[in-house]
């Protein structure tokens, strides 16, 4: 059974840092490519960063510069470095995989950075 867990959110303020954590299960970690997304309150879920097997990766413009995805597949686990944090990031944040064709999303860990 793939399961996803995310942790590492909070509450910071404008210009603070945090660092959130995917981690997985029940796959064999290094062979998918990982995404996080967002969803503030009353908004679409957005997609922010992407990593791939290979760990190419790929931002939205919003974040380029100011977050970096990495995966370190002897943990399986992906990471998620936000530095220069803006009260528009706010939003709850998940990562997603997709196996035999399938989604699997985390249940997400709310960031929250105040002005």
């Known amino acids: 059974q793939v399961q996803l867990v995310e942790s590492g959110g909070g509450l910071v303020q404008a210009g603070q840092s945090l660092r959130l954590s995917c981690a997985a299960s029940g796959i064999i970690f290094r062979n998918n490519a990982i995404q996080w997304y967002r969803q503030a309150p009353g908004k679409q879920r957005e997609w922010v960063a992407s990593i791939t097997t290979t760990s190419i990766t790929f931002y939205t413009g919003s974040v380029k510069g100011r977050f970096t995805i990495s995966r370190d597949n002897a943990k399986n686990t992906v990471y998620l470095q936000m530095n220069s944090l803006r009260p528009e990031d706010t939003a709850v944040y998940l990562c997603?995989?997709?196996?035999?064709?399938?989604?699997?999303w985390g249940q997400g860990t709310q960031v929250t950075v105040s002005s």
């Open positions: 997603k995989l997709t196996y035999n064709t399938q989604d699997y």
